[in-house]
């Protein structure tokens, strides 16, 4: 990557993030808790530039989520680098083992068996007393380096912490899908059995996505949790799953920045219609979803693309 | 004893129950390769028009037994009607598309389901009980259980019969396994592949809506049930193999009595062993029990 675009996304970095904490604190805090649905559906997206639809990252979300939760509440670590690393490192010891199994399957099997697993994590959620069952439990304020934020100010810094994780992150995700295993991916889904002529291993490059996703689900997880300050097992519903399926197809596979476009974008329109029409907004999405599928298949960002095309268009 | 009794006939019920539901949901995908997202919501408004009727019937103080009549033929009309809504206007341009795109496509008709269901019945819980009372209880070795509950069994052994002698005995029975097996082959051999696809959804869907009114009686009828429904249809298709009748008959009973298992002993893990059971099959048969192994296209 080139330095001028490196300092591009640092400035960036630095106008969402001044941008994000001038802003009325109910946007600032959609705007997080879309950043960190971001961040799952780019971990969604990975996966299904190879092929593979997850119909259970609320799993992974849901994981990181309670790790968070229980960190602050039970264990009195409010560290948020911490909370993220512990979140990071139980959603991948976890995909580890379920990846072994699920890595096998393709299309709709992976899809309903990945929902599977996170209706078994909410299955034994919603019946532990000690968890709160269905009501879930708070989330302590986090702090950082020893840095005790108050009460307001502690949204503040999940933001800013949030937008920093989210530009890093976007960048690796944006490097490694130009690498070879990137293009890996995108052969899997292609065609399997000419990628293992070739002498790559298709399960390998599955297993490693799984894996990334799974890591990205539960960062996205945990800002939710330390943001909204509460966890409940309605994270790893299977509809949760499928509002990230959703934020994925609207804004496409093609380039890393869209599913955080769409995240912001889904946020803004959920909140309006759910303000308009609280009886009928998922109606609204419903039709939203259908109409994509119809006209839209490549997602919101195919625009961009055409506008780009266009433009090199006008200019040789 | 008692409690092996009582396990045995929950597990029953509770199997013939997921089996209803299960078949639809496993016929449409054996024919159409659509898994049915918004099969739980042809349930929910097979529900809601079947108690709503009932609710209405008995406000009328007509004979009280004609209320099954009522109940069945309710939900007959909504599920069909809106299955030739759903499928005419657009399922029908969508076939030919990625099998996952399909279960996205069914995904957003679910949501406009749920909400369209809200809009014309509210969110208020529906009962219709006086069908599950009029048949009476049984006592038998200490326990109590409700007729309703046996004729459920019942009806859920005559749809069995039905779909089993419908599909391997009567000549259209024939063309759709045709479809099923190869469908381009099938128009090449001019079967109308588009009617047959139409009318296997509407079976799917009326079988779907029958099962909301069948359940009806036996409990509330709430918002978001059909939601909860889905997932548990999926398990036992998934455990007998998708687009398989007996997978699903076979899966239903499995799943049934693991569940009733659990309700009776460990409450605590009612949910979780469902897909635990789920889990364990596919770990071992990756495509289910009774699924047909695909030749893989390369």
């Keep these: 990557m080139k330095t001028r675009s490196l300092a591009l996304l640092s400035v960036l970095g630095l106008v969402v993030i001044v941008g994000g904490l001038l802003l009325p604190q109910w946007m600032s805090y959609l705007f997080t808790i879309a950043m960190g649905k971001g961040l799952v559906v780019l971990g969604l997206v990975l996966l299904m530039r190879a092929g593979l639809v997850s119909f259970g990252q609320g799993l992974y979300y849901c994981v990181g989520a309670y790790v968070a939760g229980m960190l602050t509440q039970f264990a009195d670590v409010t560290d948020i680098l911490v909370i993220m690393l512990a979140s990071v490192a139980v959603s991948v010891a976890i995909a580890a083992i379920i990846g072994l199994l699920l890595c096998r399957y393709r299309e709709i099997f992976f899809a309903m068996f990945s929902m599977a697993f996170s209706m078994i994590l909410y299955g034994l959620l919603v019946r532990n007393q000690f968890l709160g069952s269905t009501d879930g439990f708070n989330v302590a304020n986090p702090s950082l380096l020893g840095w005790t934020p108050g009460a307001e100010a502690s949204s503040d810094l999940v933001l800013v ?156 | 004893m008692k409690q092996l009794l009582a396990i045995l006939v929950d597990g029953s019920v509770y199997a013939s129950w997921l089996f209803i539901i299960s078949a639809g949901l496993t016929l449409i995908y054996g024919v159409m390769r659509i898994l049915n997202m918004s099969h739980g919501s042809f349930y929910a408004l097979g529900a809601y028009s079947g108690a709503a009727m009932v609710g209405w019937y008995f406000s009328t103080g007509s004979v009280p037994w004609f209320s099954f009549v009522a109940l069945i033929a309710a939900a007959l009309v909504a599920g069909i009607s809106v299955g030739l809504l759903v499928e005419r206007g657009l399922l029908r341009f969508m076939y030919g598309r990625d099998e996952v795109v399909m279960i996205l496509v ?193």
Excluded: C
């Design chain 1, 161 to 316: 912490v949030a937008v920093i994780l989210v530009i890093t992150l976007g960048t690796v995700a944006w490097r490694y899908l130009k690498s070879l295993s990137g293009y890996a991916g995108e052969a899997v889904r292609e065609n399997e059995i000419r990628l293992e002529y070739l002498g790559g291993s298709v399960f390998r490059v599955v297993y490693v996505k799984y894996i990334i996703a799974a890591a990205l689900a539960a960062i996205g997880g945990t800002i939710t949790a330390l943001v909204s300050g509460h966890v409940d097992p309605e994270m790893a519903y299977w509809t949760t799953s499928g509002e990230f399926v959703f934020i994925a197809l609207m804004g496409g596979t093609a380039h890393v920045a869209a599913p955080l476009v769409a995240a912001v974008l889904f946020e803004a329109l959920r909140t309006y219609a759910f303000a308009v029409a609280p009886y009928t907004w998922q109606m609204i999405l419903g039709f939203a979803l259908l109409a994509i599928i119809i006209f839209m298949p490549s997602g919101l960002w195919s625009l961009v693309e055409r506008f780009q095309n266009k433009k090199a268009g006008k200019t040789s």
């Design chain 2, 106 to 298: 069914t995904y957003g008709v679910l949501l406009i389901m749920e909400d369209a269901i809200k809009l014309i019945w509210g969110v208020e819980p529906y009962f219709a009980y006086q069908p599950y009372t009029l048949l009476g209880r049984t006592k038998f070795a200490g326990l109590s259980f409700a007729n309703y509950d046996f004729m459920l069994i019942g009806v859920s052994i005559l749809i069995g019969i039905a779909l089993w002698y419908g599909l391997n005995r009567t000549r259209n029975g024939k063309l759709l396994r045709v479809v099923i097996h190869d469908r381009e082959i099938a128009s090449a051999l001019g079967i109308n592949v588009a009617r047959i696809f139409t009318i296997t959804f509407l079976i799917g869907a009326g079988i779907g809506s029958l099962a909301g009114a069948l359940t009806a009686p036996g409990l509330s009828v709430v918002p978001g049930m059909g939601i909860e429904v889905i997932v548990l249809a999926f398990a036992v298709v998934v455990i007998g193999g998708l687009g398989s009748i007996t997978g699903a008959l076979v899966g239903a009973l499995i799943v049934g009595m693991a569940r009733a298992t659990a309700v009776h002993l460990y409450p605590d893990v009612e949910l979780f062993v469902i897909y635990a059971v789920m889990g364990l099959v596919l770990a071992f048969r990756p495509q289910g029990l009774f699924a047909v192994a695909n030749a893989r296209k390369i």
